[in-house]
């Protein structure tokens, strides 16, 4: 009884993933890995190839406006639906930034900006190639597209407004006064956003505005991330059990859209447990290796200090977190830590609830997105005493 329970907790992480991300993603959260043979990796597979026949697009669930400019976008087509991401019509959306949409045998041409590939599910710009988070389908005679995607391909901020149904659409305008940290940076180490998940500080307005913002400081000074993702949220005592894969409301859209903006800043999510109400046990993380090809903790009863290989298939990877992680508003005693760091793994975790107090997100007079990020945030200390001692933090992928 105790072992199917066990696979049972493993069948409904990774139906949770299927349901929301496509298959190429698979790679990003280490799930797909070179031993395609194991029961795992046969799992995924067949539920990866259920998911799919079961895809409904319908009409958002929701009332939800686009507002550019202070003026609301009106849209000729009904805003769509899929798996927690809003879709619209590519040549409604277009148009409000004096664009068109050329459509050849299977590719759609956007200006002169972007070419998407329809079959490979890609767009190619500034001589870069990039795949789509979501969908791209034909509608009523018009292709759709997720609003993440065209945001990124137009290069678009968005704020989403809870309490109006609004979302706020602004130009990504780069920020130069952002002061970007070189140095030789040889040594590698690990850094783990801790507890992602939609609910509690999350799901709050404007919080995940920050996050995003957060991704975009470590992106642009080529430092690597991963994020220790909770898919269900379940709070007893308030009565609160948001199962994204499930709930169809703003807030979870906005969730999705933000995971899926990590993983273009370059991101790597990770499940951490189902709902975070349970502790591992060395049987369940060998379970665990039939389908992930990393495990960001230490081996039970091993308790590593550094990076090992699982001696059950020679494959997976178990990565500890010596620094331990930030237990305060000030970061002191991690920056302490890094810098009595000695013989481990140059490895911790941060949870974005403290960072994201750093910075503020509003709306201005024209409507336009803007953000202050504090200079002397726990973040940006740690990455910069990390370039001194010569660390760079890494893709987990590449261990």
């Known amino acids: 009884m105790r072992k199917n329970m066990k696979s049972f907790l493993v069948l409904l992480i990774v139906t949770v993933v299927i349901s929301l991300f496509h298959w190429p993603a698979y790679r990003i959260y280490g799930v797909s890995h070179n031993y395609d043979t194991t029961r795992g990796q046969e799992f995924l597979k067949k539920i990866y190839s259920d998911?799919?026949?079961?895809?409904?697009?319908?009409?958002?669930?929701?009332?939800?406006?686009?507002?550019?400019?202070?003026?609301?976008?009106?849209?000729?087509?009904?805003?769509?639906?899929?798996?927690?991401?809003?879709?619209?019509?590519?040549?409604?959306?277009?148009?409000?930034?004096?664009?068109?949409?050329?459509?050849?045998?299977?590719?759609?041409e956007i200006g002169s900006i972007v070419n998407v590939n329809l079959r490979d599910k890609i767009f190619y710009k500034n001589e870069s190639k990039t795949s789509l988070r979501g969908d791209i389908f034909k509608e009523n005679g018009e292709y759709y597209m997720s609003i993440f995607d065209l945001c990124e391909i137009l290069d678009l901020n968005t704020y989403w407004d809870y309490e109006n149904n609004k979302i706020y659409i602004s130009k990504n305008e780069a920020n130069k006064s952002q002061q970007k940290i070189y140095g030789d940076k040889k040594k590698k180490g690990y850094i783990r956003f801790e507890d992602f998940t939609a609910g509690d500080v999350y799901i709050s307005q404007s919080a995940?505005?920050?996050?995003?913002?957060?991704?975009?400081?470590?992106?642009?000074?080529?430092?690597?991330?991963?994020?220790?993702?909770?898919?269900?949220?379940?709070?007893?005592?308030?009565?609160?059990?948001?199962?994204?894969?499930?709930?169809?409301?703003?807030?979870n859209s906005n969730f999705i859209f933000t995971l899926d903006y990590l993983i273009n800043r370059g991101g790597n999510i990770g499940l951490h447990g189902y709902t975070h109400q349970y502790k591992t046990t060395a049987d369940q993380q060998k379970i665990f290796e039939e389908y992930f090809k990393i495990i960001y903790e230490p081996a039970i009863g091993i308790y590593n200090k550094k990076i090992i290989t699982s001696k059950n298939n020679s494959i997976t990877k178990y990565i500890p977190t010596p620094l331990?992680?930030?237990?305060?508003?000030?970061?002191?005693?991690?920056?302490?830590?890094?810098?009595?760091?000695?013989?481990?793994?140059?490895?911790?975790?941060?949870?974005?609830?403290?960072?994201?107090?750093?910075?503020?997100?509003?709306?201005?007079?024209?409507?336009?997105?803007?953000?202050?990020?504090?200079?002397?945030?726990?973040?940006?200390?740690?990455?910069?005493?990390?370039?001194?001692?010569?660390?760079?933090?890494?893709?987990?992928?590449?261990?």
């Open 51 to 108: 998911n799919e026949k079961n895809e409904e697009v319908k009409k958002a669930p929701y009332k939800v406006s686009f507002i550019f400019k202070n003026n609301k976008m009106n849209f000729k087509k009904d805003i769509l639906y899929k798996d927690n991401r809003l879709y619209i019509s590519i040549s409604d959306f277009i148009k409000y930034f004096g664009l068109n949409e050329k459509i050849n045998d299977n590719e759609i």
């Open 324 to 399: 331990s992680y930030v237990e305060d508003d000030t970061g002191e005693g991690m920056l302490n830590r890094i810098r009595e760091n000695k013989n481990q793994e140059f490895s911790l975790f941060y949870h974005l609830s403290i960072e994201i107090k750093s910075i503020d997100v509003s709306i201005d007079n024209n409507g336009e997105i803007i953000y202050k990020y504090d200079e002397n945030s726990i973040l940006k200390k740690i990455v910069s005493l990390a370039n001194e001692l010569g660390y760079r933090f890494s893709d987990i992928n590449e261990i």
């Open 208 to 251: 995940l505005e920050k996050v995003r913002k957060v991704a975009d400081y470590m992106n642009e000074n080529d430092e690597s991330f991963s994020v220790s993702w909770v898919p269900r949220y379940i709070s007893n005592s308030d009565k609160i059990d948001n199962d994204i894969s499930k709930e169809e409301t703003m807030e």
